[in-house]
């Protein structure tokens, strides 16, 4: 009760001070910070590991390094259907398929794109979901076999739109007396496609598996196996297993091992953000101290009569502590509030943002995905919920003691 009335005194009778009103706001404003923070932390790596394996195989198979019959160094995989049928039977594979793969030239009109050709067959391009299901799709995958899927990005640097032309050249063409010429096809553009990765996006196009052996000269032969597992985090688990189905001749390598430094990048600066919004926080619950000790003088007259009436050390430390809790109780609350309202609507106050700032504040070139996404854990808002509150109460602890060990006699000394 005590406590309650010297929250909800005014100014001029001694109540709360303005720096609780400033510990008070800076608790509210590092809580939600933090908060934020931790929501658009853990969406963009949600974000970004989810394009990773919406479009990319979670585990590629390659044959080691091997002669041909000509005696050139190879790497293709001549029985590949034996050994996708082999890895689709490991428990835990949901889907493998012959790939090949190469960089060429795209060309339509005066415009040209440097490329990456998957050559695929319908049925398991079908079974990626970036690229089957994406966030945007121009045309139908079932015309797939008589033409060419490609990127957003690539159908904008070369300006075309479905049912255009496309050239792909590629320098590794057909063989002469005079030597290698360029290969130069023309395909019809039958799908395009957003997968939500601005380098896919911008790189990547499709051709039917038996068109892309024709044209790299790979006719009976595959570059490598690409395999999608039920449960890509603990891939780890299904190396020794797919090994062993593909066999002594195969070389791994998993979705960890292309994407792992920049994932560990994320989270170091995940825990060094945490550790400075955490000191954020401890500044903000500091001032509690301030308003505190204030209080505290301007209260001393009322702490000495409370304590020749009788009331312990111990109940005149409960009431400082709190009045000092409350105010931390309270800007946490507001902070959670605030925080996750801010979370769940950033796309609006990011686009506010975009607009005053003139538009580019987010490059996707750089982020690798088109917008800034936020995503509300539990577990990290008790994370922010719970520094929030050990701090504050712990520096509430030592004012409040100092109130309750104040001599009631040199309290009333002047009275």
Partial sequence: MIAWRYLRARRAEGGVSVMTWISLIGITLAVAALIITLAVRTGFREEFVDTILGANAHVTV?????????????????????????????????????????????????????????????????????????????????????GIAIGSGVARELGVYLGDKVKIISPNGVKTAFGTTPRVSVYEVVYIFTAGRWDIDQTRVYLPFEVAQTFFNKEGRADEIEVMVDDPERITERIAPIMAAAGENAAIWTWRDSAGAFLRALDMEDNVMFVILSVLVLIASMNIISGLVMLVKNKGRDIGILRTMGLTEGSVLRVFFLVGASTGLVGTAMGVVLGVLFAVNIDYVFAVVDYIAGGGVWDPSVRGIYQLPATVRMGDVLSAVSLSLTLSFLVTIFPARRAARMNPVEALRYE
């Fill in 62 to 146: 390659y044959a080691r390094l091997t002669a041909d019959e000509t005696g050139n160094m190879t790497r293709d995989i001549a029985d590949y259907d034996a050994w996708a049928a082999r890895i689709a039977q490991v428990p835990g594979v949901t889907h493998a398929a012959p790939l090949i793969k190469g960089q060429v030239m795209a060309n339509a009109g005066a415009n040209n794109s440097g490329v990456q050709v998957f050559g695929i067959r319908a049925a398991d391009l079908a079974a990626i979901p970036r690229i089957a299901d994406p966030e945007e799709a121009v045309g139908s995958l079932d015309d797939f076999p008589r």
